[in-house]
């Protein structure tokens, strides 16, 4: 049997994580001529010989621009033993402020959310030929993506909303929980897994936490509704919904524990590497 061959769609930043681990042969699609990548408009070869393939690529208006073009191709890829697809917790939609877990059925509230549930929907119909996963991710940070980063470009904001708390996801536990599931010897079907930390937090203590293992001054708190009206649509509807996402049956799943099981951690080991990559 030739050897495996993992295909992502979209080779970003927590797809080229997921690819450094994979323990195979990891090709990315691009659509901006990304070095290393193949073009997006120009994988139906590279489907044919993948035995694993992961989306990482967000719904539009119009659908999933994967399936849109290459849902055939799919198919009939000869070599296919495992989808997985990268969503998002926000098709859980407002729970006001209440606990959601894998069993949870998604009741989105956006039309962001509603976009992903039908993406979700479209790749769970492969799941009659081979596993399909169903990854749902909460807000993603890691090392260039975290609170230290924008509290040294001075655009971090306190923001208080009190009793509005976010679950956060490292990048590395995403991969790890991602190739843990990829590895796993099961049956054709679906599987909804959610990839939030243990402790959902509010925003404002994130940015008090960063500031501190900086040793800096923590920005000066503003309320949401002093804040509201310079907010962009995403911004808004980011804090437009209030729920805890639970994600013990998943680590419980794949066998791990979360690397990272709260923000704390998380900042702790960023700033870390961070450090210890510092030219001396």
């Known amino acids: 049997m030739s050897d495996p061959c993992l295909l992502i769609f979209g080779l970003g930043y927590t797809a ?30 590279a489907i044919a010989a993948a035995t694993h393939l992961l989306i990482s ?23 296919l033993r495992w989808i997985g697809y990268l969503s998002s917790t926000v098709v859980y939609g407002n729970r006001d402020g209440g606990w959601v877990d894998e069993d949870t059925p998604p ?3 956006q039309a962001r959310g509603q976009r992903r549930v039908e993406a979700e929907t479209a790749w769970t119909a492969f799941a009659s030929r081979c596993p399909v ?22 655009k971090a904001r306190r923001m208080i909303k009190p009793g ?3 679950g956060r996801i490292h990048r590395d536990d995403i991969a790890r929980a991602v190739i843990a ?9 679906p599987r909804i897994l959610n990839l939030s930390d243990d402790e959902p937090s509010e925003s404002a203590d994130v940015v008090t936490e960063a500031a501190s293992l ?22 808004l509807s ?33 700033l870390s590497q961070e450090r210890a990559d510092r030219p001396t």
């Not at 681990?21 to 139906?44: H, L, V, W």
């Not at 599931?181 to 079907?189: S, T, V």
């Not at 900086?214 to 649509?233: K, N, Q, Y």
């Open 238 to 270: 980011f804090w437009a919904e209030n729920r805890k996402v639970a994600s013990r049956k998943t680590q419980q799943a794949l066998g791990l524990h979360w690397l990272y099981p709260t923000y704390r951690e998380g900042l702790r080991a960023i």
């Open 57 to 79: 690529v967000p719904p539009g208006p119009d659908g999933d621009p994967v399936l849109a073009l290459y849902a055939d191709a799919i198919r009939r890829a000869p070599r």
């Open 107 to 109: 009741i989105p509230t």
């Open 133 to 154: 996963d169903i990854f749902r991710l909460a807000g993603i940070y890691g090392p260039g993506r975290s609170a230290f980063d924008d509290l040294r470009a001075g």
């Open 164 to 166: 509005h708390q976010f």
């Open 16 to 45: 080229r994580a997921i690819a450094a681990i994979a323990g195979m042969e990891a090709i990315g699609t691009s659509r901006s001529g990304k070095a290393g990548c193949i073009p997006f408009d120009a994988a139906e070869p």
């Open 181 to 189: 599931a990829m590895h796993q010897d099961r049956p054709a079907g």
């Open 214 to 235: 900086l040793g800096i001054a923590a920005p000066a708190p503003v309320t949401f509704a002093e804040a509201e009206p310079t907010m962009s649509a995403m911004a």
